[in-house]
Structures are given as C-alpha cells and as structure tokens.
C-alpha cells in the first residue's frame, strides 16, 4: 500500500526538548511502521532547522519530498495540562504556509492507495490551493483521508466544506465534531450522508473512540493506559484503523487494536513512538 500525507511539518517544541512532527507526518509515521510505502509532501525552510527535520523523517524509512521555500521551517511550541492534553502555538508565516504545487506532487498523488490531508495547511492560500489541485490528480481508487486537526483559528467553513468535498473518510475528535455540525448546521448522520462519506472517524479522548458508517456506529471504550502525554495519538489511532481496515479487517477488530496502538503511544513521550512488533502486523505482507 501506498500511503500519502500532505501538509505541515514541524518542530514540536516542548518545555524540555523538541521533537519533529506535524498530524501528516506523524500520520504517516504510524504507516511506514506497518509496511506501507510512505510519503509525505511539505515545505522547509534553508535552515538549520529544515535540514535536521529532513535527515530525521527521512532516517525513519518516510519518503520526505520538502522543497526548499524562503520562509522558516515550521516550529510549535506544546505545553502540556495536568492530564497530558496538549496546547498548541504555531509560527506564523512558515515554510509549510508555502506548499507549492510541482510535478513531483502530482506523481505522487497518482500513485497512491491513500491520501491524508488536514485543515491547518490551508490556512494559507497557497497551500490550501496545492492541497486541493492535487488532490484532482489521484486516481479512482485512492481513498481520501481528511484528518481535520482544527487549531485555533485556522480554518472557516470554506475550508471544512471544501475539503469534505473532496474526501472518502473524516476523522476528527470530540471538540471538533462539535465544531464542525454547528458550522455545517448538520448532524454527524446528515454530515456522512451529504458529503457521501464512506466511515466518519470519531476520538473521544477516554471515552474511547465511535467509528460511524452508514449502517452502523461501532463504539469502542479506551484501552487503558498510564498517560504521559496524548500528543500524536489520534494520529496513531487513524493510521493503525485506517491501514487495517482497507486490507479487510472488520472494523471492530480494526478499531480495537488502534485503541491499543493509541494507549501505548500516550504511555509514551511525544508522537513518534517506535511501536512493539507486535503491533506491525503488517509490515510483511
């Protein structure tokens, strides 16, 4: 399977270290650990920064395509709440705000099985064009993964309504289901039909997570976990259910060993957590 993310790439900056990141390529990171052949398409800046961070996602078996752009390279700084939620600060005015569109992209796309995209790359226009253009070029078969990640005040209803457009699956949490009927004016039933989705993703933290299909809603409690921090979790969670269930698997059994992909990553620090053999089931077929 050819998997694919397009957006942000960044420094997650915490108050004891940083650690390189972003929902696409921690998404993507999650793939590559099962097997697929992964890609992600960003921008970086000609700095110290944007070269460190394509050296260490390429190390990780990634298939990093980042042109070059004169802006910095992306940096967030996380501060963490007592019960190991995140808060989020984003630069302005990054390399990733600056995603140009090129042939290389467009290859991509057409050689996918997957694709992954979220809002927050489409604060910018340019980005949010080169984002939307390529995806034009995927081919009928590809699924479309639309990981809505909404940060602060980076996206409209445009940009929601756009992008659902254009996607198979959505995935989102439980602040942003909330968000996201209120804008549309439709329920989470009205959302999957209007926009004639195949499976809504739905995280809801320890709650555990609901997968909601036309015919059915499949929810699953949390898998218990001592928490260190959730950042990348959701993250983990799309990438193990979402592989899984387009090689077949039922989507309980598909959805309960993401619970448990998910948990071992909050037990751990950051997003990029290298999982036990035991979850990377399909690193061989």
């Known amino acids: 399977m050819q998997t694919l993310s397009i957006g942000e790439i960044l420094w997650d900056i915490f108050p004891d270290k940083k650690v390189w990141g972003g929902a696409p390529a921690n998404f993507i990171f999650h793939t590559a650990q099962m097997g697929a052949q992964a890609a992600v398409y960003s921008a970086v800046g000609d700095d110290a920064l944007g070269r460190e961070i394509t050296q260490l996602i390429k190390a990780c078996g990634i298939n990093l395509r980042a042109p070059i752009v004169d802006y910095p390279t992306g940096v967030v700084d996380i501060t963490l709440n007592e019960d190991g939620s995140a808060n989020y600060k984003f630069n302005s005015d990054c390399a990733w705000d600056h995603i140009p569109l090129n042939a290389e992209l467009i290859n991509l796309c057409s050689n996918a099985d997957l694709i992954a995209f979220g809002s927050l790359a489409q604060r910018s226009e340019e980005s949010r064009k080169t984002i939307i253009e390529a995806l034009r070029h995927r081919r009928p078969s590809c699924k479309v993964l639309f990981d809505i990640n909404l940060r602060q005040d980076f996206y409209d ?102 619970s448990d992909v998910a948990a071992y990553v909050c037990s751990h620090s950051g997003a990029t957590v290298e999982l036990p053999q035991k979850f990377k089931v399909l690193r061989n077929n």
């Not at 709650?207 to 959730?230: F, Y």
């Not at 959701?234 to 899984?244: E, L, Q, R, V």
């Open 157 to 258: 209803l445009d940009i929601i309504t756009r992008s659902l457009n254009e996607c198979d699956i959505l995935k989102l949490n439980e602040e942003e289901i909330t968000i996201v009927c209120d804008l549309l004016r439709l329920s989470k039933d009205e959302v999957l039909e209007v926009f004639n989705l195949d499976l809504i993703i739905l995280t809801l933290g320890a709650e555990g997570s609901s997968i909601i299909s036309k015919n059915t809603v499949s929810h699953l409690p949390a898998s218990p976990c001592e928490i260190v921090d959730t950042v990348g979790a959701g993250d983990s969670f799309t990438a193990y259910f979402i592989i899984n269930y387009l090689q077949g698997m039922p989507i309980k059994e598909a959805q309960k060993l993401a």
